[in-house]
C-alpha cells in the first residue's frame, strides 16, 4: 500500500478515535462503494446489503480504537463485512447454492478430459457479448456456495491478494488458492455450458 495512503488512513483512525463527525463522513465517502459491492455480492439483496454497510460503519466507529495497524485498513473492514454478511445470512433461510463438485472436470486415468472442454476465449473477446456474459458470470457466481463465492469476490473482483484475502477471511494462502481455482473451474464450466447451449440454439 503506497506511503500517503497510510498516512491518510493513520488519520483518518485519529480522528475517529477522537468522535470526529468529519472522520466518519470521509471514511464513509471514501470506502461505502467497495464495501456496499463486497456486501451485495454476499447477500444478493440491496436492502439487507444496506444494512449490512450501515453495521459495518458503525462497527468501525465503535472500534476504531482497537485497530491495531497490523493489516490495512480496508482489509480489516472487508473483514468486518464478511463476518456481518455471513452472520446475517446464517441467520436466514439458506439461498438456493449449486454443488461445486458437479461442475468440476472429470479425467481418465491418463490424465485427459473425459469430454472435450471447449475454447471459448474467442467468443469472450467479441463486444457483442461482453455485457452479457458479464452478466451471466455475475449469475453464476451467485450460485456458489458463501466459502466459494467470498474467496471469488475478494480474490477475482475486489483484485486482492491471496495474503491479503487468507488474512481477511482468517485462512492459510494454500487454502484460498484451493477455493479460487475450484470456483474458477465452476465458473469455467458453467460458461462454457452456456455458450454451448447457445450455439445449439444458433442452429
Known amino acids: 500500500m503506497p506511503t500517503e495512503r497510510v498516512a491518510d488512513d493513520n488519520v483518518l483512525l485519529e480522528g475517529l478515535r477522537h468522535g470526529s463527525a468529519e472522520a466518519a463522513e470521509t471514511l464513509f465517502d471514501r470506502f461505502h462503494g467497495r464495501i456496499y459491492s463486497l456486501a451485495m455480492s454476499i447477500l444478493k439483496n440491496e436492502s439487507d446489503a444496506e ?5 459495518v460503519f458503525l462497527t468501525v466507529v465503535r472500534k476504531a480504537h482497537t485497530f491495531k495497524g497490523n493489516s490495512a485498513l480496508y482489509s480489516w ?19 438456493e447454492t449449486v454443488a461445486i463438485e458437479d461442475f468440476m472436470p472429470v479425467f481418465t ?8 472442454v471447449d475454447d471459448w476465449s474467442k467468443e469472450v473477446e467479441r463486444k ?13 457466481t451467485e450460485t456458489l456456495s458463501e466459502k466459494y463465492r467470498v474467496v471469488f469476490v475478494l480474490s477475482d473482483v475486489e483484485g486482492l491478494s491471496n495474503e491479503e484475502t487468507a488474512q481477511i477471511l482468517g485462512l492459510t494462502v494454500p487454502a484460498v488458492k484451493s477455493r479460487l481455482h ?6 469455467r464450466e458453467r460458461l462454457t455450458g ?5 450455439k445449439m440454439e444458433k442452429q
Open 51 to 55: 444494512e449490512a454497510v450501515q453495521d
Open 77 to 95: 473492514m472487508y473483514r468486518i463485512c464478511v463476518n456481518t454478511c455471513l452472520m446475517r445470512l446464517r441467520g436466514k433461510r439458506r439461498s
Open 109 to 116: 486415468e491418463d490424465g485427459m478430459h473425459t469430454s472435450l
Open 128 to 140: 457483442a457479448l461482453e455485457k452479457e456474459l458479464g452478466q451471466v458470470i455475475q449469475k453464476f
Open 182 to 187: 475450484r470456483a474458477r473451474l465452476y465458473l
Open 194 to 198: 452456456y455458450l454451448r447451449e447457445g
